[in-house]
């Protein structure tokens, strides 16, 4: 945390790993995106529970946070315009500006691919829908240049046959999706109208350079989206810009 001049913030870096089995067979999202949520009866393999263990989507690995609060040096007594008259210091004076820088990896996520049987144990059976695929070993899932187009390489990963007596060896969350950069803020000041009566206007910035944050890549291996990126993050601000003004009379 640090201070001086009108200025505080804080800043926060976070390195974290959460491995889980609890999350299903293909956990793309908190609830498992269009999977399971629990283990319980979705367990893909009753013998082998372990191997739905992996990195759970919503714990990025690397998260910075800063925050900060700004009194801005204009008005009556302050650095810039330290001498103007009351009136135009209603206007010139007492804003505040406040701020949030977030910077964090991308969420871990897993390839699937529904229908098929390549255990033969019937896993629809015990509401599974998705399945794990094989891993193409030689072949890198993340192509040279990630697009989003193409933030994943469909031919790192096969579907095995059907009946061939065992599970695709594809473990879960074992890819990273898109990371995220934003920069959201807000401006506002009090205007004291009488001793009873007050005012206060903000103006507030989500996104407010509006960076272009990707959302989750299509992980289903035997859809023709395979690995696309058709929008942008819906959440913490990462969204295209927004802008939002208000006024709040109190007394």
């Given at each position: 945390?640090?201070?001086?001049?009108?200025?505080?913030?804080?800043?926060?870096?976070?390195?974290?790993?959460?491995?889980?089995?609890?999350?299903?067979?293909?956990?793309?999202?908190?609830?498992?995106?269009?999977?399971?949520?629990?283990?319980?009866?979705?367990?893909?393999?009753?013998?082998?529970?372990?191997?739905?263990?992996?990195?759970?989507?919503?714990?990025?690995?690397?998260?910075?946070?800063?925050?900060?609060?700004?009194?801005?040096?204009?008005?009556?007594?302050?650095?810039?315009?330290?001498?103007?008259?009351r009136a135009a210091n209603l206007l010139a004076g007492g804003w505040r500006l406040t701020g949030i820088t977030l910077?964090?990896?991308?969420?871990?996520?897993?390839?699937?691919?529904?229908?098929?049987?390549?255990?033969?144990?019937?896993?629809?059976?015990?509401?599974?829908?998705?399945?794990?695929?094989?891993?193409?070993?030689?072949?890198?899932?993340?192509?040279?240049?990630?697009t989003a187009t193409q933030w994943f390489n469909r031919a790192a990963f096969s579907i095995p046959g059907n009946n061939?007596?065992?599970?695709?060896?594809?473990?879960?969350?074992?890819?990273?999706?898109?990371?995220?950069?934003?920069?959201?803020?807000?401006?506002?000041?009090?205007?004291?109208?009488?001793?009873?009566?007050?005012?206060?206007?903000?103006?507030?910035?989500?996104?407010?350079?509006?960076?272009?944050?990707?959302?989750?890549?299509?992980?289903q291996l035997n859809s023709a989206n395979f690995g696309q990126i058709t929008s942008t993050q819906a959440v913490e601000?990462?969204?295209?810009?927004?802008?939002?003004?208000?006024?709040?009379?109190?007394?």
């Amino acid at each position: 945390m640090g201070t001086g001049a009108g200025l505080t913030f804080t800043n926060s870096y976070t390195w974290a790993k959460n491995l889980t089995n609890a999350l299903g067979v293909a956990p793309n999202s908190n609830i498992g995106q269009g999977g399971q949520g629990d283990n319980g009866a979705n367990v893909n393999n009753w013998y082998n529970i372990a191997a739905d263990y992996g990195n759970a989507p919503y714990t990025r690995r690397q998260r910075f946070v800063n925050t900060l609060t700004y009194e801005l040096p204009f008005g009556r007594g302050q650095k810039f315009a330290g001498s103007i008259s009351r009136a135009a210091n209603l206007l010139a004076g007492g804003w505040r500006l406040t701020g949030i820088t977030l910077l964090q990896t991308g969420p871990y996520v897993t390839p699937y691919f529904t229908g098929g049987d390549p255990s033969g144990t019937n896993p629809q059976g015990r509401s599974v829908s998705q399945q794990r695929p094989d891993v193409v070993a030689v072949i890198s899932p993340q192509p040279s240049s990630q697009t989003a187009t193409q933030w994943f390489n469909r031919a790192a990963f096969s579907i095995p046959g059907n009946n061939t007596g065992r599970f695709g060896n594809a473990g879960t969350g074992i890819l990273q999706g898109p990371k995220e950069a934003t920069f959201s803020m807000s401006v506002g000041k009090n205007f004291a109208l009488t001793e009873r009566f007050g005012l206060r206007y903000e103006a507030q910035f989500a996104n407010l350079f509006n960076i272009e944050n990707y959302a989750t890549p299509n992980m289903q291996l035997n859809s023709a989206n395979f690995g696309q990126i058709t929008s942008t993050q819906a959440v913490e601000q990462g969204g295209p810009r927004t802008i939002q003004m208000g006024l709040r009379l109190s007394f």
